[in-house]
């Protein structure tokens, strides 16, 4: 499985917009906030691996 990183762009109610941070993308990504650390603020930075998110 591949590994990728994300930043929290921003929280906007039950969901998150994610930007990928290992490569040059400016695409978003929104993710259902249920699926995220509970933690999470924007500017958190984010692993994805083994289909989870981790806070870095």
Request: aromatic letters at 12%.
């Amino acid at each position: 499985m591949e590994t990728w990183y994300y930043e929290v762009v921003s929280i906007d109610g039950d969901y998150a917009n994610l930007k990928r941070v290992d490569i040059e993308s400016e695409d978003l990504k929104l993710v259902a906030r249920a699926l995220l650390p509970p933690e999470i603020v924007e500017g958190s930075r984010l692993k994805y691996e083994m289909l989870q998110y981790f806070l870095c």
